[in-house]
């Protein structure tokens, strides 16, 4: 319908807005004693020393490895000090590869479907998994070579 380019830019500018909306919700509108609470909480307390540390590198990798949930993950930034400008970069960083594959897999798709080549589909789909799995096989990975270095 809007092509590889198009689909990615608008579902960029949909997702960053909606981002944004609930960063702005919790830093804002939330009230104080919600904030207090999640402020005492253990894995907050680490979200945010993460934040702090290096923020455009935690919120990249966060998006582009989705070990929080995206919506949870738009609230628990907008707790912590990053800058909206960083959080904004990192969001559109970190979910850029998805969204141009799944941007390319509906255009593939669509033309697939109207008689096109379906190499091209499969390509794009083969591209959208091996993203999707990376917060599977990176672990796996990084446990491989500490095991390593045991001997």
Request: proline residues 7%; glycine residues 12%.
């Amino acid at each position: 319908m809007y092509g590889p380019v198009g689909g990615t830019l608008l579902s960029l500018l949909g997702v960053t807005s909606g981002a944004l909306a609930a960063f702005g919700l919790a830093r804002y509108v939330l009230p104080e004693r919600a904030l207090q609470r999640a402020r005492r909480d253990a894995a907050m307390a680490r979200f945010e020393r993460a934040v702090r540390h290096m923020p455009l590198r935690f919120t990249i990798g966060i998006r582009f490895l989705p070990l929080v949930p995206f919506n949870l993950a738009n609230y628990l930034f907008g707790l912590t000090p990053i800058h909206w400008i960083t959080y904004t970069l990192g969001t559109v960083l970190g979910i850029l590869p998805g969204t141009i594959a799944g941007s390319w897999l509906g255009a593939t798709g669509e033309r697939a479907l109207q008689g096109g080549k379906l190499w091209p589909f499969g390509l794009a789909l083969s591209l959208l998994a091996a993203i999707a799995l990376l917060p599977v096989l990176l672990p796996m990975r990084q446990g491989t070579h500490r095991g390593s270095h045991r001997r």
